[in-house]
């Protein structure tokens, strides 16, 4: 008897060598997983500068091996506090939140089985790694070329930027499996999406005005002159470009991106926090739709803010009181968001493992940042508070360490779907402890010593003994950094042991969570839901639902198989 082998005879088709699965691999959950390598390296690298940074503020005179190698001048102080900032902004505070834990968990706690378009969200990556290596490259080159250099890394970070938030958009609005309507999304991934919308209209504008400066420096298209922006006469345009550009317009369109950039970093944390306050508080998130409302009353109002920092620059003397005002909108949603998580801790059953204390850290760092933002806020104050170490401790406190504790919480939670193994949860919370107390013994004297060095009677006044480098505060501030550092060090050795030794995780879901992600395998299989499309029945967050075995449902629970396990 003749049997139907047509498919047993066919060859096999040869494996893809390790440099094309590399380099054309467009799995989402790969490219998710690199943007989390990627981070991972820039966040290390980032802390390392610092750290240089501080130990030559502190004591100038000693010799740091890498500083001095590269001339310890004042333009390389400069170029390492940008490659600092370039490196935490751009690759941690904006990659990891939306393009790592985006790209891996969107598709799956929608019910997708891939991004709308796979192959630009891999050509995104190589573009990220792409300005990753520009940036660093341009800190060991001569400042002039090392200058154009940055500039076209960053430009090639927003053309990635831009092809993300269009991949985050399109997939969200256009690939949900049936059931999931927008009431049932998971507020990640609201917080992707809003985040999304808002890349791409700012990483547009900076993205254009990088290419306007590059013009300017390549090409002499004299774009920022003073000439064609205040209709005034030139002073020797042409001979010097960079001397003679006025600085105005660009100070316009840096700040329409810069300063929505900060909530281009929180927004994914917002979403982050609320998900892992709601999954280890074992409670439904409290007034779920204003959260939602929030969110996107982050995303308007942080766009619209663009002339904060723009006031003394010749605009409408009217314009200070509209952006004031709509600076002063972004304190509804935050208080929103700040009601939410209390409301959703108050008599909750909370399980404080490594991720939950994370979360905890977040909303503490953010209403300490918040609360120091109002001494910059009001013009009084402000005149009192404008030093670089009280907007450094501020800026730091608020968006890079807070931000930085959302994205740890998020690893803990995620690290057995991710790898299949935990986290050390003894090693996670003594980081947790050592990190938390670091990062508040560093800031919160920066604070002080912002308000110390502006209190003097008359400008000619000596800075007091308290604020002058090499005092006992900025001491005490480096060994907070080196303490810091060291548990960051710590969780280094924790992440890589648990990643090959580590605890396996026998369940899919270990933490009993409700969202999608968690009814599939861990690690997920190559294609997500196998032969079966989910189908979503109810909310993301179903938690201590009377009468049912456990004290969750999770989303893709038919009502059928909720009723059998009463």
């Not at 912002?450 to 209190?455: E, K, N, T, V």
């Given at each position: 008897?003749?049997?139907?082998?047509?498919?047993?005879?066919?060859?096999?088709?040869?494996?893809a060598?390790?440099?094309?699965?590399?380099?054309?691999?467009s799995?989402?959950?790969?490219i998710?997983?690199?943007?989390?390598w990627?981070?991972?390296?820039?966040?290390f690298?980032?802390?390392?500068?610092?750290?240089?940074?501080?130990?030559?503020?502190?004591?100038?005179?000693?010799?740091?091996?890498?500083?001095?190698?590269l001339?310890g001048?004042?333009?390389?102080?400069?170029?390492l506090?940008?490659?600092?900032?370039?490196?935490?902004?751009?690759?941690?505070?904006?990659?990891?939140?939306?393009?790592?834990?985006?790209?891996?968990?969107?598709?799956?706690?929608?019910?997708?089985?891939?991004?709308?378009?796979?192959?630009?969200?891999?050509l995104?990556?190589?573009?990220?790694?792409?300005?990753?290596?520009?940036?660093?490259?341009?800190?060991?080159?001569?400042?002039?070329?090392?200058?154009?250099?940055?500039?076209?890394?960053?430009?090639?970070?927003?053309a990635?930027?831009?092809?993300?938030?269009?991949?985050?958009?399109?997939?969200?609005?256009?690939?949900?499996?049936?059931?999931?309507t927008?009431?049932?999304?998971?507020l990640?991934?609201?917080?992707?999406?809003?985040?999304?919308?808002?890349?791409?209209?700012?990483?547009?504008?900076?993205?254009?005005?990088?290419?306007?400066?590059?013009?300017?420096?390549?090409?002499?298209?004299?774009?920022?002159?003073?000439?064609?922006?205040?209709?005034?006469?030139?002073?020797?345009?042409?001979?010097?470009?960079?001397?003679n550009?006025?600085?105005?317009?660009?100070?316009?369109?840096f700040?329409?991106f810069?300063?929505?950039?900060?909530?281009?970093?929180?927004?994914?944390?917002?979403?982050?926090?609320t998900?892992?306050?709601?999954?280890?508080?074992?409670?439904?998130?409290?007034?779920?739709?204003l959260?939602?409302?929030?969110?996107c009353?982050?995303?308007?109002?942080?766009?619209?803010?663009?002339?904060?920092?723009?006031?003394?620059?010749?605009m409408?003397?009217?314009?200070?009181?509209?952006?004031?005002?709509?600076a002063?909108?972004?304190?509804?949603p935050?208080?929103?968001?700040?009601?939410?998580?209390?409301?959703?801790?108050?008599?909750?059953?909370?399980?404080?493992?490594?991720?939950?204390?994370?979360?905890?850290?977040?909303?503490?760092?953010?209403m300490?940042?918040?609360?120091?933002?109002?001494?910059?806020?009001?013009?009084?104050?402000?005149?009192?508070?404008?030093?670089?170490?009280?907007?450094?401790?501020?800026?730091?406190?608020?968006?890079?360490?807070?931000?930085?504790?959302?994205?740890?919480?998020?690893?803990?939670f995620?690290?057995?779907?991710?790898f299949?193994?935990?986290?050390?949860?003894?090693?996670?919370?003594?980081?947790?402890?050592l990190?938390?107390?670091?990062?508040?013994?560093?800031?919160?004297?920066m604070?002080?010593l912002?308000?110390?060095?502006?209190?003097r009677?008359?400008p000619?006044?000596?800075?007091a003994?308290?604020?002058?480098?090499?005092?006992?505060?900025?001491?005490?501030?480096?060994?907070?950094?080196?303490?810091?550092?060291?548990?960051?060090?710590?969780?280094?050795?924790?992440?890589?042991?648990?990643?090959?030794?580590?605890?396996?995780?026998?369940?899919c879901?270990?933490?009993?969570a409700?969202?999608l992600?968690?009814?599939?395998?861990?690690p997920?299989?190559?294609?997500?839901?196998?032969?079966?499309?989910?189908?979503?029945?109810?909310?993301?967050?179903?938690?201590?639902?009377?009468?049912?075995?456990?004290?969750?449902?999770?989303?893709?629970?038919?009502?059928?198989?909720v009723?059998?396990?009463?």
């Open positions: 008897m003749a049997g139907n082998d047509s498919s047993a005879n066919q060859p096999e088709l040869p494996r060598g390790f440099l094309a699965r590399a380099l054309f691999n799995d989402h959950k790969a998710g997983l690199r943007y989390l990627l981070a991972l390296f820039s966040v690298l980032g802390m390392a500068m610092s750290l240089l940074m501080r130990i030559h503020l502190v004591w100038p005179g000693v010799h740091v091996p890498f500083f001095s190698g001339g001048t004042s333009d390389r102080y400069a170029a506090a940008t490659l600092h900032g370039s490196l935490m902004v751009f690759l941690v505070l904006t990659a990891a939140p939306q393009a790592g834990f985006g790209n891996y968990f969107l598709p799956l706690q929608i019910g997708a089985r891939e991004m709308a378009f796979p192959m630009l969200n891999a995104s990556f190589w573009a990220t790694a792409a300005s990753l290596i520009g940036m660093t490259a341009a800190f060991l080159i001569a400042p002039r070329a090392g200058i154009t250099l940055w500039i076209v890394s960053v430009a090639i970070f927003c990635a930027s831009l092809l993300n938030a269009l991949n985050f958009s399109v997939t969200t609005i256009d690939q949900r499996t049936k059931g999931m927008l009431p049932r999304l998971p990640t991934v609201w917080a992707w999406f809003i985040n999304a919308i808002l890349g791409l209209l700012i990483f547009s504008i900076l993205l254009a005005a990088c290419v306007c400066l590059l013009s300017d420096r390549l090409l002499g298209a004299h774009l920022f002159a003073s000439f064609y922006f205040l209709g005034g006469q030139p002073v020797n345009v042409g001979a010097n470009v960079a001397a550009a006025h600085s105005v317009l660009w100070k316009r369109l700040w329409f810069a300063q929505a950039e900060v909530y281009v970093a929180m927004l994914p944390c917002f979403g982050l926090t998900h892992l306050l709601s999954t280890f508080s074992r409670k439904p998130v409290w007034m779920e739709r959260v939602v409302l929030a969110l009353g982050v995303g308007v109002f942080g766009f619209c803010v663009w002339g904060e920092h723009m006031f003394a620059s010749g409408n003397p009217f314009s200070p009181l509209v952006f004031s005002l709509l002063s909108s972004l304190g509804l935050a208080v929103i968001l700040l009601i939410s998580w209390l409301g959703t801790l108050w008599n909750a059953r909370i399980q404080l493992n490594a991720a939950m204390l994370f979360a905890l850290g977040f909303v503490s760092l953010f300490s940042g918040g609360l120091s933002g109002i001494f910059l806020a009001r013009q009084d104050l402000a005149s009192a508070a404008v030093s670089d170490d009280f907007v450094t401790g501020h800026f730091h406190l608020v968006m890079g360490v807070a931000a930085t504790f959302a994205i740890l919480g998020a690893l803990f995620w690290f057995p779907k991710l299949g193994r935990r986290l050390n949860e003894p090693l996670g919370k003594l980081h947790f402890w990190t938390f107390a670091g990062v508040y013994c560093v800031f919160m004297p604070h002080w912002g308000l110390i060095a502006h209190s009677v008359s000619g006044e000596a800075l003994p308290v604020a002058a480098s090499g005092s006992p505060v900025r001491t005490f501030i480096t060994f907070a950094i080196l303490l810091t550092v060291a548990a960051q060090v710590l969780f280094l050795l924790n992440f890589l042991w648990s990643l090959f030794r580590g605890e396996k995780v026998e369940e879901n270990p933490w009993r409700t969202t992600e968690w009814s599939v395998s861990s997920p299989p190559a294609d997500d839901f196998g032969d079966r499309d989910p189908v979503v029945y109810r909310g993301a967050y179903e938690f201590s639902v009377p009468d049912v075995a456990e004290d969750f449902v999770p989303q893709h629970l038919t009502p059928e198989q009723s059998k396990v009463r």
